[in-house]
Each structure stands twice: as structure tokens, then as C-alpha cells.
């Protein structure tokens, strides 16, 4: 049986020197270690529909990656008081990332967002976001731990039982699990037709999936920690094995 190929949006970033398009090197590395094929796919100024759907006809799988905060305009709320607003390049091509994220789960392909990748599925289906934990979440955990220690758990989620979450991690009736994290925003409200299979102790949502679709939504960083903890790596595999 052929690899899968699974489809990265990669947005382009202001370098020192030059600009380039750029993926976080544990995500390709880990989508080769499970069997698939990681096709970077570059949102570029020009990037059209006509492009979006050949990009869909090309992949079978998506993984909708980390980055920054994702404009509050696209789930119809105002900025906070205090932080910054969404530059007019990074305004296209979230619109655009949102556009194939549809595209993509309307044609049955499986995927698997993680941190803003899970946030940006939220929205893209309709479901909103906490702008920053800090100010909307009384009494929040620490949610971003130094950069450097990616690849070290911080803080517990507490998985939904009978969760596809819990299946993949290998917990079929749910319980407590150690995560990395990385981010001050976090799903708010989920979209219509999505659950919530894992929480923090502090209320922050970790993870959301779509019964009926294979759409998944991590809030941690299993990329960072898949090399020595299989149950993270087990994102992956179940990413592969439903874009066979």
C-alpha cells in the first residue's frame, strides 16, 4: 500500500534576511515515522480556490500545525484590550487556512489540528476562542511553558471516557494524562457538532473531535513529545491510518 500524503499549510514568515515557508521540523519528522508523507503546502498571496482544491486532491490527511493567535474576526468577537491586532498578512492567510480546513473535511479527509491546528478547526466549523487565558480564565494554570522545554509535561487533562482522544491515547474509559503546553488561547465554545474529550484542571479545554468525522483538536504539543512518549505518537499513527 502507498504512503499517505499529508498536507501541512505552511504560511509564509519574515525572516532576518529573507522570507520563507516553514514547518516545525517534529511534525514532518513524526507524520515519516508513522508511514505518511508530509507535503508542505505554502499559503502564498496567490493562493486561490482553485489552488485549495488541488491541494485537497492531492492529500489524504491534514495537519493543521501551531503558530500564532488566530483573529478574533474570523469568530466574531472584538480584540481584547491590550493585545495585538492581526496584521493584513496574517488576516489572508488564516481566511485562506480556514477555507481548506473545510474544504478538506467536506471531502473526508481525516485531520488532526494541533494547538492553533485545533483552534483554527474550532473555528473554521463555527466554535469561538478565549483570546488569552491569562485575563478570561480565573485562576489559570501557567499555559506556556518556556520554549526550550518543549519536550517536558507541565500539567495534567483530565480525557472524556469513550473519547476517541481516550482511544488514542490508550485509555478507553478516560483519566488523567500529563501534557505539554505551549499557548494562551484556547477553545472557548466548541463548533456545532464537536465534543470536548479532554480539560485542564483549570477549566482550559485540551482537546475537541467530531464524532461523526475524523477531525481532531490537541491543545498540547504531542509533535515535541512523540519521540519518547508513544501514547503521543499515537496522534500520528491514528492520523496515518485514517488517511489509508
Known sequence: MSKPVIG??????????LARYSVTADYIEQIERAGGIPLMLPITPETGKAQLHRWVALCDGVLLPGGGDLDPAFYGRPLLAGMAP???????????????????????????GIC????????????TLVQDIP?????????????????EVTHSAEVK????????????????????????????????????????????????????????????HPENL??????????FQWLIKKAK
Do not use: M
Open 8 to 17: 501541512i499549510p505552511s504560511p509564509r514568515a519574515e525572516g532576518e534576511i
Open 86 to 112: 492581526c496584521t493584513d498578512a496574517a488576516h489572508r492567510w488564516q481566511k485562506i487556512e480556514l477555507e481548506f480546513t473545510l474544504l478538506a473535511a467536506n471531502k473526508g479527509l481525516p485531520i488532526l
Open 116 to 127: 492553533l491546528g485545533a483552534q483554527a478547526l474550532n473555528v473554521a466549523f463555527g466554535g
Open 135 to 151: 485575563t478570561e480564565v480565573p485562576k489559570a494554570l501557567a499555559h506556556e511553558q518556556p520554549a526550550g522545554h518543549r519536550a
Open 161 to 220: 471516557p469513550g473519547s476517541r482522544t481516550a482511544r488514542i491515547l490508550g485509555i478507553p474509559g478516560g483519566g488523567e494524562i500529563w501534557v505539554n503546553t505551549y499557548h494562551h488561547q484556547a477553545v472557548a465554545q466548541p463548533a456545532p457538532g464537536f465534543i470536548v474529550s479532554a480539560v485542564a484542571p483549570d477549566g482550559v479545554i485540551e482537546a475537541i473531535e467530531c464524532p461523526k468525522r475524523h477531525l481532531l483538536g490537541i491543545q498540547w
Open 226 to 235: 512523540a519521540a519518547a512518549r508513544p501514547e503521543a505518537f499515537a496522534f
